[in-house]
């Protein structure tokens, strides 16, 4: 039962329940100095006691100028809207952007009016089964549930329900991360209709292990990339380059800036795209794709002796539990991938007609760069 207070001479009807031990309250304005008025007001609110503990709002008769009560019920567009306007100054530019598209497809799924305390287990095997169906992979879909997951969390924990709906990650097998072998990027490098200029971004993003979206959020100091904490690990690292990387960097940021790539919408999706039909060109297994080149660093370093430790700086990890995934991988075997770095041969082929850049000059880029 709710019980009344009185604030600033007006009466209010307290409704208080608990949550795991958590006490959570609800002051109902009664607009009232009148105490005989406030019960009778008060009476009207416990008739809703249990609705109101379940996080839904009202609009009750002496609060507007309409004579009945009305459910102002919490939608989900009320309630991403608001979760993300919070969150927006706690964290990074590119959390709120995966968090908003998350947010998107479950609104776009479900529907922006649903009240979001009806939401239960049925409703999130639908979202699971509409994001299947735009062929997301179940990494991104795991994504997907985790910051739908936090939401209700975090609505539950002040109040606003009573209960979240079961929402579990989808279990996936443990699998080795998936390179590109040395003949296969010898291969689609050779391609004839692959222009020069994709070729030296894709061999920079193989020798500096890069993620997709690093180099346009990064700034070049002197050799040094600076990639900012805006990164996915939420650390900034620094990636040194020779001269020949350097310069392929300082072409990129020039298409990225004034090129073609300052016309395109989403430059990370078009470069994915790119290195995709390359792989399909070259006959490459369909499982690899444009990250496959940041494994693809990782290994070839593990090759050239680098520790456990030192991958974790040089890949930007936040945890060398995720760098660990490679200690994992028989190198023995993999180095038969890998004959340029095992044998240290050479390679005197071009990147591309009229190009300068010779493969055989340059140990760190081994076949590519002479």
């Given at each position: 039962?709710?019980?009344?207070?009185?604030?600033?001479?007006?009466?209010?009807?307290?409704?208080r329940?608990?949550?795991?031990?958590?006490?959570?309250?609800?002051?109902?304005?009664?607009?009232?100095?009148?105490?005989?008025?406030?019960?009778?007001?008060?009476?009207?609110?416990?008739?809703?006691?249990?609705?109101?503990?379940?996080?839904?709002?009202?609009?009750?008769?002496?609060?507007?100028?309409?004579?009945?009560?009305?459910?102002?019920?919490?939608?989900?567009?009320?309630?991403?809207?608001?979760?993300?306007?919070?969150?927006?100054?706690?964290?990074?530019?590119?959390?709120?952007?995966?968090?908003?598209?998350?947010?998107?497809?479950?609104?776009?799924?479900?529907?922006?009016?649903?009240?979001?305390?009806?939401?239960?287990?049925?409703?999130?095997?639908?979202?699971?089964?509409?994001?299947?169906?735009?062929?997301?992979a179940?990494?991104?879909?795991?994504?997907?549930?985790?910051?739908?997951?936090?939401?209700?969390?975090?609505?539950?924990?002040?109040?606003?329900?009573?209960?979240?709906?079961?929402?579990?990650?989808?279990?996936?097998?443990?699998?080795?991360?998936?390179?590109?072998?040395?003949?296969?990027?010898?291969?689609?490098?050779?391609l004839?209709?692959?222009?020069?200029?994709?070729?030296?971004?894709?061999?920079?993003?193989?020798?500096?292990?890069?993620?997709?979206?690093?180099?346009m959020?990064?700034?070049?100091?002197?050799?040094?990339?600076?990639?900012?904490?805006?990164?996915?690990?939420?650390?900034?690292?620094?990636?040194?380059?020779?001269?020949?990387?350097?310069?392929?960097?300082?072409?990129?940021k020039?298409?990225?800036?004034?090129?073609?790539?300052?016309?395109?919408?989403?430059?990370?999706?078009?470069?994915?795209?790119?290195?995709?039909k390359?792989?399909?060109?070259?006959?490459?297994?369909?499982?690899?794709?444009?990250?496959?080149?940041?494994?693809?660093?990782?290994?070839?370093?593990?090759?050239?002796?680098?520790?456990?430790?030192?991958?974790?700086?040089?890949?930007?990890?936040?945890?060398?539990?995720?760098?660990?995934?490679?200690?994992?991988?028989?190198?023995?075997?993999?180095?038969?991938d890998?004959?340029?770095?095992?044998?240290?041969?050479?390679?005197?082929?071009?990147?591309?007609?009229?190009?300068?850049?010779?493969?055989?000059?340059?140990?760190?880029?081994?076949?590519?760069?002479?």
């Amino acid at each position: 039962m709710a019980s009344l207070i009185k604030r600033r001479g007006l009466w209010y009807a307290r409704v208080r329940w608990s949550i795991d031990g958590s006490r959570k309250e609800n002051q109902v304005p009664l607009k009232t100095e009148s105490k005989v008025v406030a019960r009778e007001r008060t009476s009207v609110v416990n008739k809703y006691e249990s609705d109101i503990k379940a996080g839904m709002d009202f609009d009750f008769a002496w609060m507007s100028d309409e004579s009945t009560t009305k459910i102002k019920r919490f939608t989900i567009q009320d309630a991403t809207d608001h979760w993300i306007n919070k969150r927006k100054d706690k964290m990074r530019a590119s959390t709120i952007e995966t968090n908003q598209t998350s947010l998107t497809y479950f609104t776009d799924c479900l529907g922006s009016t649903i009240p979001l305390e009806i939401i239960e287990n049925n409703h999130i095997e639908r979202f699971i089964d509409y994001l299947n169906g735009r062929g997301l992979a179940i990494t991104s879909i795991n994504i997907h549930l985790r910051t739908i997951k936090a939401m209700f969390r975090h609505y539950y924990k002040i109040g606003k329900l009573m209960k979240i709906p079961l929402i579990e990650q989808i279990p996936q097998n443990k699998t080795e991360p998936i390179y590109i072998t040395d003949d296969e990027f010898h291969t689609l490098m050779n391609l004839d209709w692959l222009g020069d200029f994709y070729k030296r971004i894709f061999l920079l993003y193989r020798e500096t292990g890069m993620r997709l979206r690093e180099p346009m959020m990064s700034t070049l100091d002197g050799n040094w990339i600076d990639i900012p904490n805006e990164s996915k690990s939420g650390k900034g690292r620094n990636i040194e380059l020779d001269d020949i990387l350097k310069s392929i960097f300082i072409e990129f940021k020039e298409w990225l800036s004034v090129g073609y790539g300052s016309t395109l919408i989403d430059v990370g999706d078009h470069l994915s795209k790119k290195f995709k039909k390359c792989l399909r060109e070259i006959g490459a297994d369909e499982s690899k794709h444009f990250h496959s080149l940041r494994h693809t660093y990782a290994v070839r370093s593990l090759i050239r002796g680098t520790s456990i430790y030192q991958l974790k700086l040089l890949m930007g990890h936040s945890s060398v539990t995720t760098t660990e995934v490679y200690s994992n991988m028989n190198l023995k075997r993999i180095e038969q991938d890998f004959p340029t770095i095992a044998n240290n041969s050479q390679n005197t082929a071009k990147i591309g007609e009229g190009d300068t850049l010779l493969w055989d000059t340059r140990p760190l880029l081994d076949c590519y760069v002479a």
